[in-house]
């Protein structure tokens, strides 16, 4: 029969009184105790103990027991932070699951985590989210209001995770409301709480200058994608890719709708292509049934308005509506050959293009997309993952 050795400064989480191994209906029906192992048992292989003898012995799963084993070393680390141990022993109880998703965090980070997480009785979700938000937080420099959130704050950085959520939604809707209600609960510095409240109180009308322009009631919004931005979306879109130096059969050509299919949501196009990209689903293209397509540019100097020095070292996608061909608005966005010839393509206004009596293009500009800055990712140090 199992019995881990025990260790008078290192409590027993496997065994009852008796020294015998806990039944699993025990392990399943009752939060477990997240207490500190000792070390023949945190390495299981040097006492012959496999993951899988482990789980038959005590009920307890390989996944289960990782979650266990690392939860303890993060706890560990707080004790040796000298966090507070008032907080260290909030996770004594069940705690394994929120010690485990701060794992990532440098040791300041979790301490400032540990504290947030504990103050405000949040879930498994919940501290994954915040863990994340605090991860991601150094990454969205440049970001609309960034420098109005606190990175030292755990409270701020969930709470500029939600304003963002909130910004994919570029018309006021109920999940706008609730993302920005989330961001004001969450937010703890005075700067933060302003930004998000002038947002709601506003309705969530904006007026963007800089990046995109809205002009006219035409908004083409210029978004940076996000390294990991997609992974974590909730719902993403598959579109077909051309390049800028393609010509207008290209386009025409380029599969019209691609979907999920299935319970497993198996993307089905109705025909074969050779670029695709897969893109958050934001707002301007979540919502069309088909036609959307995106041009890749070398670089941002195809865009018809003021010019940044980014234009000429970054590379951009412009996802255009081939559904939408008609030049209607004077400050509408659209996509066209090149002085007509149809071997290659740029972006005009709608005004430049009625003063040449061009009534019709390859489709209204939705959105343009900047690529993801690597230089800026945050890694942590060896060190900061013990």
């Known amino acids: 029969m199992f019995s881990p050795s025990l260790n008078a400064h290192k409590p027993l989480f496997l065994s009852n009184s008796n020294n015998k191994p806990f039944s699993s209906p025990f392990l399943t029906q009752q939060p477990l105790f997240f207490l500190r192992l000792s070390k023949p048992t945190l390495n299981p292989p040097q006492r012959c103990f496999t993951p899988s003898s482990l789980e038959e012995a005590t009920g307890i799963s390989g996944v289960e027991q990782n979650r266990l084993v690392v939860g303890a070393k993060v706890r560990d680390s707080l004790v040796q932070s000298n966090t507070d141990p008032e907080i260290v022993a909030s996770f004594d109880l069940g705690g394994a699951e929120l010690l485990y998703e701060i794992r990532l965090l440098s040791a300041s980070q979790r301490d400032a985590a540990a504290r947030y997480i504990v103050l405000n009785k949040m879930d498994a979700k919940g501290a994954q989210d915040l863990a994340r938000a605090m991860k991601d937080f150094p990454r969205r420099r440049g970001d609309k209001f960034w420098e109005n959130f606190d990175y030292t704050l755990p409270g701020d950085c969930l ?117 695709w990209v897969v893109l958050p689903g934001w707002e301007p293209v979540l919502g069309l049934g088909g036609g959307a397509v995106v041009v890749a540019f070398p670089d941002a100097r195809v865009l018809p308005w003021k010019a940044n020095r980014w234009y000429k070292e970054e590379s951009i996608l412009v996802v255009a509506d081939r559904g939408r061909k008609e030049v209607k608005a004077d400050d509408g966005f659209y996509l066209v050959t090149l002085d007509g010839t149809g071997g290659g393509f740029k972006v005009e206004r709608g005004s430049d293009l009625k003063e040449r009596n061009v009534v019709e293009c390859l489709g209204t500009v939705l959105m343009v997309v900047r690529p993801p800055r690597y230089d800026t990712d945050d890694q942590m140090n060896d060190e900061d993952w013990n």
């Open 159 to 275: 709470s500029f995770l939600y304003y963002r959520q909130s910004r994919e939604h570029k018309k006021p809707s109920e999940s706008r409301a609730n993302s920005l209600q989330m961001a004001l609960e969450a937010a703890e510095s005075e700067k933060a709480k302003s930004v998000v409240l002038k947002e709601l109180e506003e309705g969530g009308e904006r007026k963007e200058k800089g990046d995109g322009e809205i002009a006219g009631g035409v908004p083409v919004p210029v978004v940076r994608l996000k390294i990991g931005e997609v992974a974590e979306a909730t719902s993403v879109v598959v579109l077909p890719v051309c390049r800028s130096e393609d010509g207008e059969r290209k386009i025409l050509e380029a599969p019209w709708e691609c979907r999920g299919q299935g319970e497993f949501g198996v993307v089905v196009a109705e025909k074969g292509w050779e670029r």
